[in-house]
């Protein structure tokens, strides 16, 4: 993982968006955070992630990119069709960003 992120950079990616930027789940949730889009992939119905994420396209994947400028994340998802391995990424990189974000405040004091 990249550890070259600013504490702007990590809080950006962790933040909540600008309402209109959300990620709207079909018939679902409205999604303002990469920890609100793991929460909701945890119990997300098949069906439902295979509308946002199937063999033409990946509108989580393109969701972190476009809006919360991850492209690190968005790129490890991207070729992606499992649920679980991108909930399994984001877990992963939420944790990560937020160790960074410890290590980064730390540093700072």
């Known amino acids: ?10 809080e950006r990616i962790l933040a ?12 679902g949730p409205i999604v303002r955070n990469l ?12 069906e439902t992630f295979r509308h946002h994420v199937n063999e033409q396209k990946n509108d989580i994947s393109n969701w972190i990119r476009d809006v919360l ?12 069709k499992s649920k679980e391995k991108i909930l399994k990424k984001i877990r992963e990189r939420i944790y990560f960003l937020d ?6 405040r730390h540093i700072g004091q």
């Open 35 to 46: 920890q609100e889009m793991a929460d909701t992939l945890a119990y997300m119905k098949e």
């Open 69 to 80: 400028k991850d492209h690190e994340l968005a790129n490890s998802i991207m070729d992606i």
């Open 1 to 10: 993982m990249n550890n070259r992120l600013s504490l702007d950079d990590v």
């Open 99 to 104: 160790s960074m974000q410890e290590k980064i």
């Open 16 to 27: 909540d968006v600008k309402p209109e930027q959300s990620f709207w789940v079909n018939n």
